[in-house]
């Protein structure tokens, strides 16, 4: 078993994220952070670029997907082609603003996530780990297409939220979230966040976040980016049942080549990099509320524990102290 050092009132810094001091700052406090990302004349040329795409749900679900989805998303439609297009798309005019926001990241994911009208809303939830150390910070990129509001299914957040609870979330494991969803969303902690078209955010991928149905009369896009540290190693965890996630090795091809079916059955050509046990479990609403109210004292634990240096072996094996017996 690998040795843990304890938390401290002391404890050193993370490492940081963002080049500038006062996002860096608000993001270390809340999990997130709004930044203008793209000019209005991108927002239209990537808009009209977007348009031209031909995805097999035409960006309009209809028949129940495997997901039980009625928004779009690149990676939940059927057409690898598309999917490879939207990601390249997506990464020309994102490259540029990741270089200059974030401090050595890489893009790792890139999709578009488009409402219909009267529908596309999306559960309270944490974002899939997507690297070998579960407590690294890996970062999500939402910007809208056009100007959102709650009224067309903006992304709504939990504002400090991160890194209190650490839980491994895969397409058939079931949320810690799912039997609180209405509690949640009714207890006042739910941020939604309006935003000007280009305008987006950044937030870890641990903040508990969602939105609600699109319920204007015409569809909503936005892009969503993930990005990971540049030194680190992009996996992605299936859940075995029995116990134990296991870790394949899941760069930018990955998320082309396997579709979410091939994520619960898994492939015989995956590169797998070890497995960690499932210490997952369920909580409820007041406990949530507890670790809120709790959340500096916890994410202080999480940065004793995230500045202790590893070798490239324990990187790979290790598990926070909270998911250790």
């Given at each position: 078993?690998?040795?843990h050092c304890?938390a ?6 993370r ?10 700052a608000?993001?270390?406090?809340n999990?997130f ?14 808009a009209?670029a977007?348009?031209a ?9 209809r ?21 490879r297009s939207?990601?390249?798309?997506v990464?020309r005019?994102f490259?540029?603003?990741v ?5 050595e990241?890489?893009?790792v994911?890139?999709n ?7 529908r596309g809303?999306?559960?309270l ?9 579960l ?6 990129i ?15 957040v ?10 491994v ?17 009714a207890?006042?902690?739910?941020e939604?966040?309006?935003?000007q ?12 976040h ?6 204007s009369?015409?569809?909503r896009?936005?892009?969503q980016l ?8 992009p996996?992605?965890?299936?859940d075995l ?9 899941a760069?930018v091809d ?7 079916r ?6 015989p050509d ?5 497995t ?9 609403f007041?406990?949530l509320?507890?670790?809120l ?19 490239g ?5 290790w598990l ?5 017996a």
């Open positions: 078993m690998i040795e304890e401290s009132k002391s404890a050193p810094a490492r940081a994220l963002l080049r500038d001091p006062a996002a860096q608000e993001f270390v406090r999990g952070v709004t930044m203008p990302m793209l000019t209005p004349a991108e927002v239209t040329a990537l009209t977007a348009a795409l031909r995805p097999n749900d035409a960006f309009d679900p028949e129940p997907n495997f997901r039980l989805a009625s928004y779009h998303c690149s990676f939940l439609d059927g057409n690898r082609d598309y999917r939207a990601f390249v798309l990464r005019f490259a540029a603003y270089e200059r926001a974030l401090i990241f890489r893009i994911q890139c578009f996530y488009v409402k219909p009208p009267g809303a999306f559960d939830h944490q974002n899939w780990p997507i690297t070998t150390d407590d690294e910070t890996s970062l999500s939402w910007c809208p297409l056009t100007d959102v509001s709650a009224h067309n299914g903006a992304i709504a939990v504002p400090g939220s991160h890194k209190i609870l650490p839980h979330q895969s397409p058939d494991t079931p949320s810690y979230l799912r039997e609180m969803q209405a509690e949640l969303w207890s006042g902690l739910v939604t966040l309006s935003l078209a280009g305008t987006g955010v950044i937030f870890d991928d641990g903040l508990i969602g939105s609600s149905d699109n319920r009369d015409t569809p896009f936005a892009v993930i990005c990971v540290p540049t030194e680190s190693t996996v992605y965890y299936r049942h029995d116990g134990r996630f296991e870790m394949a090795r760069d990955f998320w082309f080549e396997n579709d979410v091939d994520l619960i059955k898994g492939k995956w590169e797998i990099l070890g960690v046990e499932n210490r997952n479990r369920p909580i409820g007041e406990e509320r507890d670790m109210a709790r959340g500096d004292e916890l994410r202080q634990t999480s940065i004793a524990l995230e500045s202790r240096p590893r070798t072996a324990q990187r790979t094996a926070p102290r909270w998911l250790q």
